[in-house]
């Protein structure tokens, strides 16, 4: 199975800062990477698939970059609702795996 | 508006088994494969299975294979989780989550339904 290494596994930033996350892969993904948002109790939400096209309704302050094992997320200017946990998963090679998360908290 | 609406999780114990229902609306259920996820108290994301839109085709996650099945009625918008042989690390909330244009992501989530195996 593809193991997908997320860091960090907790960035502390203020609202307005920008967020860049981190998401690396054990094998080529090619650009098969997808990006998810999960609030306390909530489900987690589509936000990025195929490395950098942005799912329905999600604001243009969400951007994915990269290719082949590395790929980023970035928030450009954090907004009080967008402090959660991020998942990464890849759907390059089947089992789909996820990455184990990393949590923006408030600073 | 696309809603997923799960129900039947509960407690149940080691060895037990429980059937987990899905309620899809907003989407032709029919055109859509569908996917079971879930996620251990405190941990991350793990996909379990997924059915295809007219299921014809089910996959699943090693640790789950001949334990669980996964089936779907289209005449009724709802999908399934036949969980059996049910082990403590099976105890986790299970999202049924809708397959977006390429299968393989989830662009729609149920609220999620608690499944905790516990003698």
């Known amino acids: 199975d593809i193991v997908l290494t997320q860091s960090p596994a907790t960035l502390s930033l203020s609202p307005g800062e920008r967020a860049t996350l981190s998401c690396r892969a054990s094998?080529?993904?090619?650009?098969?990477l997808a990006w998810y948002q999960q609030k306390p109790g909530q489900a987690p939400g589509l936000l990025i698939f195929?490395?950098?096209n942005r799912a329905t309704g999600i604001p243009a302050r969400f951007s994915g970059s990269g290719s082949g094992t590395d790929f980023t997320l970035t928030i450009s200017s954090l907004e009080p609702e967008d402090f959660a946990i991020y998942y990464c998963?890849?759907?390059?090679?089947?089992?789909?795996?996820f990455g184990g998360g990393t949590k923006v908290e408030i600073k | 508006q696309v809603q997923l609406v799960e129900s039947g999780g509960g407690v149940v114990q080691p060895g037990g088994s429980l059937r987990l229902s899905c309620a899809a609306s907003?989407?032709?259920?029919?055109?859509?494969?569908m996917h079971w996820v879930r996620q251990a108290p405190g941990k991350g994301l793990e996909w379990v299975a997924f059915?295809?839109?007219?299921?014809?085709?089910?996959y699943f996650t090693e640790s789950v294979k001949g334990r669980f099945t996964i089936s779907r009625d289209n005449s009724k918008n709802t999908l399934y989780l036949q969980m059996n042989s049910l082990r403590a690390d099976d105890t986790a909330v299970y999202y049924c989550?809708?397959?977006?244009?390429?299968?393989?992501?989830?662009?729609?989530w149920g609220q999620g339904s608690l499944v905790t195996v516990s003698s």
């Open positions: 195929d490395a950098s």
């Open positions: 989550a809708k397959s977006n244009g390429s299968g393989w992501n989830f662009d729609y």
């Open positions: 059915i295809s839109y007219d299921g014809s085709s089910e």
């Open positions: 907003g989407f032709t259920f029919s055109s859509d494969g």
């Open positions: 094998q080529s993904v090619s650009r098969y």
């Open positions: 998963q890849q759907r390059s090679n089947w089992p789909p795996t």
